[in-house]
């Protein structure tokens, strides 16, 4: 499976940016995809998930804000955001995974399939 993530960009504060990740290479709306982000300096931290075309799942900082959504025809996967702020600045990357259980959503360790990231930079 290849990911190929787009749509990042430089936005000011309260703004909004959609990012998109195309899959390839055998991938099918039985796989959990999800969004996770790296700031500088830190630690990459789970975003959202879709479990298996089925429910979505978001991490704290940014629920109510952003919108994980999927495309099985067109083999994509969609991150809306909202509301942007300075601390959502990070470089954003997809991941899937074929067989990850539920329990594991927020675990990046747990994914077998990355995308190659793209930067978001929230800034006046």
């Known amino acids: 499976v290849q990911l190929q993530a787009s749509g990042g960009g430089m936005v000011q504060p309260g703004g909004s940016l959609r990012l998109s990740c195309a899959a390839s290479?055998?991938?099918?709306?039985?796989?959990?995809v999800a969004w996770f982000r790296q700031a500088a300096e830190k630690e990459r931290e789970f975003v959202a998930a879709?479990?298996?075309?089925?429910?979505?799942y978001y991490g704290d900082s940014v629920k109510g804000r952003f919108t994980i959504s999927r495309d099985n025809a067109k083999n994509t996967v969609y991150l809306q955001m909202n509301s942007l702020k300075p601390e959502d600045t990070a470089v954003y990357y997809c991941?899937?995974?074929?067989?990850?259980?539920?329990?594991?959503?927020?675990?990046?360790?747990?994914?077998?399939?990355w995308g190659q990231g793209t930067q978001v930079t929230v800034s006046s």
């Open positions: 991941a899937a995974d074929r067989s990850l259980i539920l329990s594991s959503i927020g675990a990046k360790s747990q994914y077998d399939y």
């Open positions: 290479g055998g991938f099918s709306r039985t796989y959990t």
């Open positions: 879709n479990f298996r075309s089925q429910n979505t």
